[in-house]
């Protein structure tokens, strides 16, 4: 069964940072995009950086632009969201995706908390 694992999440100052990772099984990493997205209590799921298969290219939120990096490790079927200079508007549930011309198999999420 196809599944997305994230994990990495925390409790963390402003200013500090974090990791996330994404674990994918079966199939679903292979020759797709992958997309981080977050959400905050009543807000909607946002759109926060997504990779290429390749990784040659990537794609982020203006919020987020030269604070977080997306990576992936195809070898290991598993993406990262490095996240620096957090910001207490950076707290929300932070899930992964994959890019199957709909965002697709999404993850658990994993909690992110930035205290001021």
């Known amino acids: 069964q196809v599944q997305l694992v994230e994990s990495g999440g925390g409790l963390v100052q402003a200013g500090g940072s974090l990791r996330l990772s994404c674990a994918a099984s079966?199939?679903?990493?292979?020759?797709?995009?992958m997309g981080w997205f977050r959400q905050a209590p009543g807000k909607d799921r946002d759109f926060v950086g997504a990779i290429s298969w390749s990784g040659e290219s990537t794609w982020y939120a203006d919020s987020v632009k030269d604070r977080f990096t997306v990576s992936r490790d195809n070898a290991k079927n598993t993406v990262y969201l490095q996240m620096n200079n957090l910001k207490p508007e950076d707290t929300a549930v932070y899930y992964c995706a994959v890019d199957k011309g709909v965002w697709s198999h999404w993850g658990q999420g994993t909690q992110v908390t930035v205290s001021s």
């Open positions: 079966g199939r679903t990493f292979e020759r797709h995009a």
